[in-house]
């Protein structure tokens, strides 16, 4: 099986797809034009990238049935065209959360003591201890945190050696205003985090803002979190708070963020703008940069060796699973709840063409199959098929399943 690398990828990774079985073919600098044209006609089932960008009319033609994103985040691939093509698209969820989650405390410290600056006087040769002995510390100070995904929870862990109790927000337990339960503190990996400070949930991302002298958000970039941080969210950040975006910039609204500096002097740590260039190098003129107390990097949150190593390991992981058992790990875009409104159970003998003949009744009465799963019994000779049928078949169409000598038994299920 062909594999496409159409990015910058670890040698282990490259090691590791050959090992499995694949043909290589490593090309990292392709974009655009050059990766339609080598998707079209190189063969490749499966196409690896990190942050190129994947449009759904580069899917045309083709082998293709597989993309890994290998990192976290599909928003730079067309992942519903791909949908309607059959092409599966994973990704590599957690793999880069501890990296991410480094970057978010390393900004926050350099936000608090204006680490940059300070340095950018040094290299000027300007000593101005009097001007950087002021910053107010972190200890004691509480970190608001969107999302409880892994990086939010691995931010947590790194936030609380620092004295920072902890309020939090996500989708999974919008509306409440609690403290963590133990079982939650277990399922979040957060126990140990918990006998150092205090951590709580809150209502909704405002009541988060109002709550935090830091705040920092790690959610996944959808219809519904694009724009969640507007002038109402960073309106309840007091004058003077920090706040941390290594996560998507389309998750904030890039005006009211910039009248928040200007107005109320919030503090910044930014990986990620809305005025991003598409490549590796290029010029860049976001105008929130040159605002007093932003601080920013280059998108890199998840580039160090660690983070780049899993990510490969994943990638492989996948890729392997899907060569060798048709079924994709981390899979993005499959139906959560199928059409289906029955299921068709049918016992038969595991012979050639019985199944064949299954489908060719439901294809006669007009019945589309939404899923399929036949297992077969020890020794061979029997097997059962579970049918997941967008309509239920009418008393002809199951008599004639049945007439069949090689179907055993047969069972209807609304579902």
Known sequence: ?????????????????????????????????????????????????????????????????????????????????????????????????????????????????????????????????????????????????????????????????????????SRRFAGEDRPLAPAELADLGLERAAQEVELRLAPSPAEVAGRASVLTVHVALGPETRGLIDAAVLGRLAPGAIFVNTARAELVVAEALAAAVRERGLRLGLDVFAREPAGGTAAFDDPIVGLPGVYGTHHVGASTEQAQEAIAAETVRIVRSYLETGRVPNCVNLARRTRATHRLVVRHRDRPGVLAHVFEQLREAGINVQETENVVFDGGRAAVASIQLAAAPDAETVARIRASDDVLGLRLVAI
Do not use: Q
């Open 1 to 169: 099986m062909k594999v496409l690398v159409a990015d910058n990828f670890e040698r282990s990774g490259l090691a590791g797809l050959a090992a499995a079985g694949c043909e290589v073919d490593y090309r990292p600098t392709l974009d655009g034009e050059a990766l339609a044209a080598a998707i079209h006609d190189s063969g490749a089932r499966v196409l690896v990238v990190r942050s190129t960008r994947v449009a759904g009319a580069m899917l045309e033609g083709g082998e293709l049935a597989l993309i890994v994103r290998a990192g976290a985040g599909v928003n730079t691939i067309d992942v519903a065209a791909a949908a309607e093509r059959g092409i599966y698209v994973a990704n590599c969820p957690g793999r880069n959360a501890a990296a991410v989650a480094e970057l978010a405390l390393g900004l926050i410290l350099a936000a608090d003591r204006r680490i940059p600056d300070a340095v950018a006087d040094l290299r000027a040769g300007r000593w101005n201890k009097a001007e950087y002995s002021k910053a107010r510390g972190l200890a004691g100070r509480t970190l608001g945190v969107l999302g409880l995904g892994a990086i939010g929870c691995e931010t947590i862990r790194r936030a609380t050696a620092f004295g920072m109790p902890v309020v939090a927000w």
